[in-house]
Nanobody, 126 residues
Framework: VQLQAFGGGSVQAGGSLRLSCAAS????????MGWFRQAAGKERELVAT????????YYANSAKGRFTISRDNAKNMLWLQMNNLEPEDTAVYYC????????????????????WGQGTQVTVSS
């Protein structure tokens, strides 16, 4: 599966952004999906994951209550709605997927992502 992330930008603290990830290829519904981010000088970290059907989700503590991950398998699309953004959310955001049919744990462990989008920059100013 090939992934392309877009929708980043610059916002003020408290603002919102919606990131999108377009997937190409067949069997998108066979892939658990996730969003990661990497801030300057820091390691890449998981933000959120979503199950094949979208019925289950997982959020990092930093994202809980503010971010919502969703997907539309008919459109081969993944989204991350980010509300109440903080300067600490400034990072390059990546969509990612593990190997086909692997469960969400593959992404939650942090080492299971196999496919990556190119990243989109999110900058939050105070």
């Amino acid at each position: 599966v090939q992934l392309q992330a877009f929708g980043g930008g610059s916002v003020q603290a408290g603002g919102s952004l919606r990131l999108s990830c377009a997937a190409s290829g067949r069997s998108f519904s066979s892939y658990v999906m996730g969003w990661f981010r990497q801030a300057a000088g820091k390691e890449r970290e998981l933000v959120a994951t979503i199950s094949w059907s979208g019925g289950s989700t997982y959020y990092a503590n930093s994202a809980k209550g503010r971010f919502t991950i969703s997907r539309d398998n008919a459109k081969n699309m993944l989204w991350l709605q980010m509300n109440n953004l903080e300067p600490e959310d400034t990072a390059v955001y990546y969509c990612a997927a593990p190997s086909k049919d692997q469960a969400m744990g593959a992404l939650i462990r942090g080492d299971g992502a196999r496919y990556w989008g190119q990243g989109t920059q999110v900058t939050v100013s105070s």
